[in-house]
Structures are given as structure tokens and as C-alpha cells.
């Protein structure tokens, strides 16, 4: 199956700055690329995802990029706000089918100091 | 379009009892899957349903852990004999029947603790 692997475990940033975070993913026949932020607590929330036919996407303060030949994929949230405090996690459904499973990253717990 | 439901959201068992976990997902969705989530760690998948089928239950223990999405009802999670160890938090997901099938939107979770 799929193995997903997330860098950093954990992230300490300054309100206003960037904060990136970085996954890895072992079968090459993935394309689609979800994104989810969970706060204590709550469910996990979808923030962006990205399929293999582009290497960019952005929404507002978030964006995410695609290297489909290294097979890695990463998250960048710039002019980072207190709110954003949350772990994040990265997944990949594997197995050339996006429908079914999705294999996960430990998550990364962001913070965000004032 | 109210979102995906779970209930209830916090469930108490002893030792050697039941547990069931409901899901109804969102208007539409015809896909369900179920995670389940230990403290500080990443989801895992369990059992992906389509109504009436088992499309994949390849992450679910093979004894005791049972999953159905009925033609009428929400989808159950039932884990039979319960032990210290099924305490998790138990996301179930929903993707919708047309257009972009494999987005994935969770529910609230069930938190379950097994004396």
C-alpha cells in the first residue's frame, strides 16, 4: 500500500510568518493530494488538495505544491495568524484510484505565538 | 446541507460490551469510510461502504469489528466484546455520488473509552 511520511512532527512560528510543511508519498500511481487541518478536539476539516495534472495551487493564504517525480507535496501558509494553531495532516489514496482509502501522515502540530 | 453526522459523540463501554457507532453522511454522498484515530497519531483507515456493500475492509481487525451502510439508515460501526485497547476517536467520512467522488468530508468523530 501506500506510505505516507510528514515533516515536521511539529512547527513553532511567529505570527506573520510562513510556515511549511512537507510530505512524501511511496506509490506513483497516486493523484490526488487532500490536506486537512484538525483543531482539538474537532473533526478533521479539508483545506485544499491538489490532483496530479498541476503542480500549484493556491487559496488565499495557503497553497500547495506537487513534484510528482520526487513524489512529494508540500503545504505553505504564509502571513501565518494565531487561528491557524491546529495539526495538519497530509494524505494519499494510493493504488491509481481515488476512490477509497486514504493513507495518512502523523500530522504536524503547527503553532502559532502572538 | 447539513454536514456529516455521527452519534453519539462520546460513548462509555465496560470491558466485554457493545459498541455502536452511527453515520449519516452528507445529502448525496453515497461513499462512506471509517477511521480511526489514537491519541497524537494520524488517521487509519478502516472500512470503505457503499450502500448495501462492502466496497473494502482491508484496515478493519478481522474479529469482533463489523460495518454495514444499509439502503435505508445511517452507516454502523459495530465493534463487538469491546476491549481497553478499541478506546479511539472513530471519524467516519463521506464523498459525494458524482463529480469530485474522492473528496472526503468528516464527520464529528465518536470518542470511544473502554473501562
Known amino acids: 500500500g501506500e506510505n505516507v511520511e510528514q515533516h515536521p512532527s511539529t512547527l513553532s512560528v511567529q505570527e506573520g510568518d510562513s510556515a511549511v510543511i512537507k510530505c512524501t508519498y511511496s506509490?506513483?500511481?497516486?493523484?490526488?493530494f487532500p490536506w486537512y487541518k484538525q483543531e482539538l478536539g474537532k473533526r478533521p476539516q479539508l483545506i485544499i488538495d491538489?490532483?496530479?495534472?498541476?503542480g500549484e495551487k493556491k487559496d488565499q493564504r495557503i497553497a500547495v505544491t506537487l513534484n510528482k517525480t520526487a513524489k512529494h507535496f508540500s503545504l505553505h501558509i504564509t502571513e501565518t495568524q494565531p487561528e491557524d494553531s491546529a495539526v495538519y495532516f497530509c494524505?494519499?489514496?494510493?493504488?491509481?484510484?481515488?476512490?477509497?482509502?486514504?493513507?495518512f501522515g502523523r500530522g504536524t502540530q503547527l503553532t502559532v505565538w502572538p | 446541507n447539513a454536514g456529516v453526522m455521527q452519534n453519539p459523540r462520546h460513548l462509555v463501554r465496560r470491558r466485554g460490551q457493545e459498541a455502536r457507532l452511527r453515520c449519516s453522511p452528507m445529502?448525496?454522498?453515497?461513499?462512506v469510510y471509517w477511521y480511526r484515530q489514537l491519541p497524537e497519531e494520524g488517521l487509519k483507515f478502516m472500512v470503505y461502504?457503499?450502500?448495501?456493500?462492502?466496497?473494502?475492509e482491508s484496515g478493519m481487525p478481522k474479529e469482533r469489528f463489523s460495518a454495514e451502510f444499509p439502503k435505508e439508515g445511517p452507516s454502523i460501526l459495530r465493534i463487538q466484546q469491546v476491549v481497553r485497547g478499541d478506546s479511539a476517536a472513530y471519524f467516519c467520512?463521506?464523498?459525494?455520488?458524482?463529480?469530485?467522488?474522492?473528496?472526503?468530508?468528516f464527520g464529528p468523530g465518536t470518542r470511544l473509552l473502554v473501562l
Open positions: 467520512a463521506s464523498s459525494p455520488s458524482e463529480g469530485l467522488q474522492e473528496t472526503q468530508y
Open positions: 506509490d506513483s500511481a497516486s493523484n490526488y
Open positions: 491538489i490532483r496530479s495534472n498541476v
Open positions: 494524505a494519499a489514496p494510493g493504488g491509481g484510484s481515488t476512490l477509497g482509502r486514504l493513507y
Open positions: 445529502k448525496g454522498h453515497s461513499h
Open positions: 461502504l457503499q450502500k448495501e456493500n462492502i466496497i473494502d
